[in-house]
């Protein structure tokens, strides 16, 4: 198993957050977590990636525990990409993602470095941007030089929080499109917090829903977006059709 999460508990001060939640991810699998707003999807993912500390639990990658893990060897484990970029980078769209890099400068930066970068870049599509201001790009532009830096990290887990949020429809299909296919080539696992079922259901492996901190149900999409588990988790009354082999959930009302 490549990412192996037992029994994560975590609160924010007297509130649970997430309560007992395991969710296990092999090489090359794409997982969605999915839920209503506040269900811990986000919190999850900083747990994951050990920027906030589980009260209980363990997080391992590929046997190894990251519980007590130094900031650098979780960077080369993990590469995790936020919903929106919140810190401004004065700097090129290639340097923004040559910082994805930075775990594994010792003397300063080498070739392969910039030809790892070089190849994030073109990868999502952005080697037009690369001597542009980071700044001065659009907002969706800004998030996947975000994911383009989290892959020059070569990391063994990719994690996402709404890496779709400022795409729109044909850039949502791409990015998707191209998240997957690296996972499957370079047997990277990929969790993905998305609010879009129909994405998540077309282009995960596996999804998991969540609703206040707990982990309702997961499986493959078509066991686990049924209209029943829908209705649990939202309130909402959906239709639900098959395309592709894969349900597509239009929601009618709120229940």
Request: aromatic share 6%; charged share 20%.
């Amino acid at each position: 198993m490549k990412l192996d999460v037992r029994g994560v508990f975590f609160t924010y001060g007297s509130r649970p957050a997430l309560d007992n939640v395991t969710l296990e991810v092999r090489a090359g699998e794409v997982v969605s977590l999915v839920g209503p707003n506040g269900s811990g999807k986000t919190t999850l993912l900083k747990c994951i990636a050990q920027m906030l500390k589980p009260r209980r639990g363990t997080v391992m990658v590929q046997g190894q525990s990251l519980n007590k893990a130094g900031t650098k060897d979780i960077a080369k484990l993990l590469g995790y990409v936020p919903q929106s970029a919140n810190n401004v980078f004065p700097c090129t769209v290639f340097d923004a993602v040559l910082i994805g890099r930075r775990p594994y400068l010792a003397w300063g930066v080498k070739k392969d470095d910039q030809e790892i970068a070089s190849k994030a870049l073109y990868l999502m599509g952005l080697q037009h941007l690369a001597t542009r201001s980071f700044n001065e790009i659009s907002a969706g532009e800004q998030q996947k030089v975000l994911i383009a830096r989290a892959l020059a990290q070569e990391p063994q887990v990719l994690l996402l929080d709404e890496p779709t949020s400022n795409l729109d429809l044909r850039h949502q299909l791409e990015v998707l499109s191209t998240l997957r296919n690296a996972a499957k080539e370079k047997e990277i696992s990929a969790v993905i917090a998305t609010h879009d079922l129909n994405l998540a259901s077309r282009f995960s492996d596996q999804v998991v829903i969540l609703k206040e901190g707990k982990v309702c149900d997961a499986g493959e999409p078509m066991a686990v977006l049924t209209a029943n588990n829908i209705r649990s988790a939202y309130g909402v009354e959906v239709a639900i059709s098959e395309n592709g082999g894969r349900p597509y959930i239009i929601a009618i009302a709120p229940v």
